[in-house]
């Protein structure tokens, strides 16, 4: 059963669209200078993943301070023989269930029958981004499906209740046209276990934000190893007063993607409830 919803899941949209609406005054308050570039003094953009070419501003470290550059919202891993990449790579899950290519099923442990992880450090489309370009993606909303819950059958708006800007962790990439020497620059937002918010609001996994001092931690990533960058963000996760409202409902048919009551229990199971949770979930400790 199990390979079967990880099947039907691989179907759902995760955090595709976005939207950021704020005033230049607003970016700069967080310490995060605004280039000549953005000259619009209110930035208001809708940005879509599945496009693959959709800009939008992101937050990198560079020269020794904070950032804002625009880039392209899909990662285009720097290996890639073409932009923009065939995957849909708008969103890197931190860890995921190993599967068998041949079968689709998951790879348990020999003694305890528990599925393998894999995590993102591990995964050819975002290894090397994980190591060593980390960014920051400013949003106002981030939009969601729901398949259970309170908002099950629409698409949903996820926001904080005070309406202000968060920062959601991603990492990115520039590609090289190797005939041209052009270059493009692109982007992911990271995803893992749902907030409570998110899984009670409908929905499986959710972006994720660390607490400001720990940005520059982040950004510069100057870290041991990428085990020490996965274990960072998973004890200085934090969350957020969030709000929910309906986008819209969803086309018909989608109950087909739904979980059933078993699978929303085992999503449940694997919501993030802080730091200490989170530290016994480190590389499957708590489930191989």
Not at 61 to 85: D, I, Q, T
């Amino acid at each position: 059963m199990l390979h079967r919803f990880e099947a039907k899941l691989r179907q759902t949209i995760m955090c595709a669209s976005y939207e950021l609406r704020t005033k230049r005054q607003a970016i700069q308050e967080l310490g995060i200078p605004v280039p000549e570039t953005l000259a619009e003094d209110a930035l208001g953009i809708v940005v879509r993943g599945y496009r693959k070419t959709d800009k939008a501003p992101v937050v990198v470290f560079e020269n020794g301070r904070r950032a804002l550059k625009e880039m392209c919202f899909s990662l285009c891993p720097r290996w890639s023989g073409e932009f923009p990449f065939r995957a849909a790579t708008y969103n890197a899950r931190m860890n995921r269930p190993k599967t068998d290519k041949k079968t689709g099923k998951p790879i348990r442990h020999p003694r305890t029958g528990r599925p393998l992880m894999e995590y993102i450090f591990e995964m050819p489309a975002w290894k090397a981004s994980f190591r060593d370009r980390h960014c920051l993606v400013p949003m106002s909303l981030a939009m969601e499906y729901s398949y259970f819950g309170a908002y099950a059958g629409n698409m949903v708006r996820f926001s904080k209740r005070d309406g202000a800007l968060f920062l959601a962790i991603g990492i990115w990439d520039r590609w090289l046209q190797r005939d041209t020497g052009e270059s493009v620059d692109s982007f992911a937002i990271l995803t893992d276990d749902p907030y409570p918010f998110f899984y009670d609001s409908g929905h499986r996994r959710s972006l994720f934000v660390i607490s400001e001092n720990h940005w520059d931690a982040w950004l510069t990533g100057k870290f041991a190893s990428p085990k020490d960058s996965y274990e960072f963000l998973r004890k200085n996760r934090i969350d957020l007063d969030w709000k929910a409202e309906i986008e819209r409902p969803m086309r018909k048919g989608w109950e087909k993607r739904a979980p059933n009551p078993d699978e929303i229990e085992a999503i449940g199971a694997a919501v993030w409830r802080g730091a200490v949770g989170s530290e016994e979930r480190a590389f499957g400790s708590s489930r191989q």
